[in-house]
């Protein structure tokens, strides 16, 4: 293992570092809601990952690899999260992710609808992917799969939003 | 890319993301929560500097392969050293420019073919980290590196040796790095991972499994800890490991390799039913 050599950041001193999360709130939620697909839980991973991020922000090594390094603390924090309540999904959870009711139907399904339809494991790649701009590399990173199952989650995923939004 | 994921990029842009209204509420909540100097990193360092004029100095540049017999004596007094592998002295090398320091000390081997095949192999490794240390340095311009290598014997028996190298890199973070060195006294070989093994055992399979188990259970047993499992797939065939002091198996991963970085390097103490059929 070596060390990086381009573009280290010192330690983030707190307001260095809360820049950094206001910068990067929406990017957090959006994937803490693609993982675990409920707004409150969402909020409580985004919380708790702000938490472990500033403990470990010792760890950060490149500022420009803040992003993929927040939203990988984060989505250890919902994978835990999931795995915690995996046997007692509710109903409440399960009406806010089906896709009716939010928009206006002569709209079409929205895009961010078709994503949370998709199954488990497609959602958070897509999502980054998709909404966030990031490499196959850096979501590898981000949800601790490989390369090669980033792209066929992605192929996957991307085959069904065509289906449900051509569909529609 | 092609036009449907063009399609979808747009439309991730353009149609509105529902961000619930309070989140910028609670984030901000959670800011008020932090301490200004919660560092807790136990292996964070910082490189220390030169006081006032010392920093003037451009550069005080030490490196000296520097024999410390006294040291190297007071160590072979311990009778843990046996006569295939003593100690006869440590090679410093040290560095500090008020910015960047480096320290490593580690052992130099000998009285036996294998404990001179350890040190040479000690020395390419540490070579190797105080080249890179230099290369860091050059390039952080303003920045600081850090590089502190040490040394441990983990285990000196009448049959076993085995010396371990901890380094810490330092640059905006801190990286832990370890390498085991092995010597089977009774044979007089240099051993690693695979050569504790019988040739056809599937140990890799077994390990690995034995690993996934455990990352599993810890995972289940404590909500802070948190492995890559969907990321794992085998153990190196030469994974680092030591006999601990129950002469059980103990796996050494790096930092990284089976965690986020904050949860540090990791250790797998391997039941001996596990693997002792397959011992060669």
């Known amino acids: 293992m070596t060390m990086h050599t381009t573009a280290m950041s010192p330690i983030l001193e707190k307001e260095a570092f809360c820049r950094q999360i ?7 939620f959006r994937t803490a809601k693609a993982i675990l697909r409920n707004d409150q839980d969402a909020e409580d991973a985004v919380q708790e990952a702000i938490c472990a991020a500033y403990t470990a922000r010792a760890t950060l090594r490149e500022m420009d690899k803040c992003k ?3 939203l990988r603390i984060l989505a250890n924090r919902c994978y835990d999260m999931y795995r915690k309540r995996k046997q007692t999904v509710d109903l409440a959870q399960v009406q806010e992710i089906l896709p009716a009711g939010e928009t206006d139907p002569t709209e079409g399904l929205a895009l961010w ?13 897509v999502t980054l992917f998709y909404y966030d701009g990031l490499s196959v590399r850096e979501i590898s990173e981000i949800l601790g799969i490989s390369q090669p199952a980033v792209k066929t989650r992605l192929s996957r995923g991307r085959e069904r939003l065509r289906r449900m939004l051509r569909e529609e | 890319m092609d036009r449907f994921d063009e399609e979808l990029r747009a439309r991730a842009q353009k149609e509105p993301f529902p961000v619930p209204e309070d989140l910028a509420g609670r984030v901000q909540r959670t800011f008020d929560t932090l301490e200004e100097a919660d560092l807790p990193m136990k292996r964070r360092h910082r490189p220390y500097r030169w ?31 046996g006569t295939i592998v003593e100690i006869v002295t440590f090679r410093d090398y040290a560095y500090d420019d008020g910015q960047s320091h480096a320290a490593v000390t580690v052992p130099e081997l000998s009285g036996s073919d294998a404990a001179d095949e350890v ?15 230099q290369a860091d340095r050059e390039a952080a311009g303003e920045g600081h590196v850090g590089l502190d290598v040490s040394s441990t014997v983990v285990t000196d028996s009448d ?5 371990r190298i901890d380094a810490v890199e330092t640059q905006g973070g801190a990286m832990n790095l370890s390498r085991l060195y092995h010597i089977d006294k009774a044979t007089g070989e240099v051993v690693t991972l695979s050569g504790l093994f019988q040739a056809d055992a599937d140990y890799v399979g077994v390990l690995s499994a034995e690993v996934a188990r455990q990352m599993e259970e810890k995972m289940a047993q404590d909500s802070s800890v948190v492995y890559f499992t969907d990321g794992f797939t085998a153990i190196d065939p030469e994974q680092d490991f030591y006999w601990d002091e129950d002469g059980d198996l103990v796996l050494v991963f790096g930092e990284y390799t089976l965690a986020p970085g904050y949860m540090g390097m990791q250790e797998f103490v391997i039941p001996q ?4 059929d397959m011992l060669a």
């Open chain 1, 68 to 70: 993929p390094w927040l």
């Open chain 2, 159 to 163: 049959t076993w040796f085995t010396l």
């Open chain 1, 113 to 125: 609808q078709a994503v949370m339809a998709l199954d488990d494991t497609l959602r958070a790649p």
């Open chain 2, 273 to 276: 039913d596990v693997y002792s």
């Open chain 2, 51 to 81: 006081a006032g004029w010392a920093a003037a100095v451009l550069a005080v540049f030490v490196a000296v392969p520097n024999a410390s017999p006294a040291a190297a004596a007071a160590l072979a007094d311990v009778p843990v050293l």
């Open chain 1, 22 to 28: 206001l910068q990067h709130q929406d990017a957090m």
């Open chain 2, 119 to 133: 040190s040479d192999q000690v020395q390419a490794y540490t070579d190797q980290l105080i080249e890179q240390f």
